[in-house]
């Protein structure tokens, strides 16, 4: 049985040549390690829309928790409100699709966000948020 830990990985990525650096998909899954270590929610939405192969798939496992966890920050940060376009498009939707606009707008009220009466802002100083019901929990097992 195989147990990983964040020593075992630091040795893993240690034990990495030269020309398997200069691979691209390590490159890139170097890069997401990084945004997710120092919660850099921008640059790991950034990097998902840039992920070679079918690493995507792998990062979706990651999307509700690197969501909730920005939610929290940015409702802390940000007072007292912020437009909804913005927010949605840091997290990942995009927000020129209608779909996903109102999938996002479903998802931040279910978090306990509070929007204004015409649902383009997000009023945080009103917000008590909590994890979304929305969202699935996901396993790797």
Request: proline share 4%; glycine share 4%; net charge neutral.
């Amino acid at each position: 049985k195989v147990r990983w830990c964040s020593s075992d990985m630091l040795e893993l990525m240690l034990s990495l040549t030269n020309d398997q650096r200069e691979d691209p998909c390590i490159q890139h899954a170097l890069k997401v390690r990084v945004a997710v270590a120092e919660f850099d929610y921008h640059g790991f939405f950034k990097l998902q829309n840039s992920c070679p192969n079918l690493g995507a798939f792998l990062m979706d496992i990651m999307v509700p928790q690197i969501r909730f966890g920005a939610l929290q920050r940015v409702c802390k940060a940000f007072r007292p409100s912020l437009p909804v376009k913005f927010i949605l498009n840091e997290f990942g939707f995009d927000d020129e699709d209608s779909s996903q606009l109102k999938e996002g707008k479903d998802w931040l009220i279910s978090c306990g966000c509070a929007l204004s009466n015409d649902g383009k802002t997000l009023l945080t100083k009103d917000s008590a948020v909590t994890e979304s019901n929305l969202t699935k929990k996901s396993s790797l097992i």
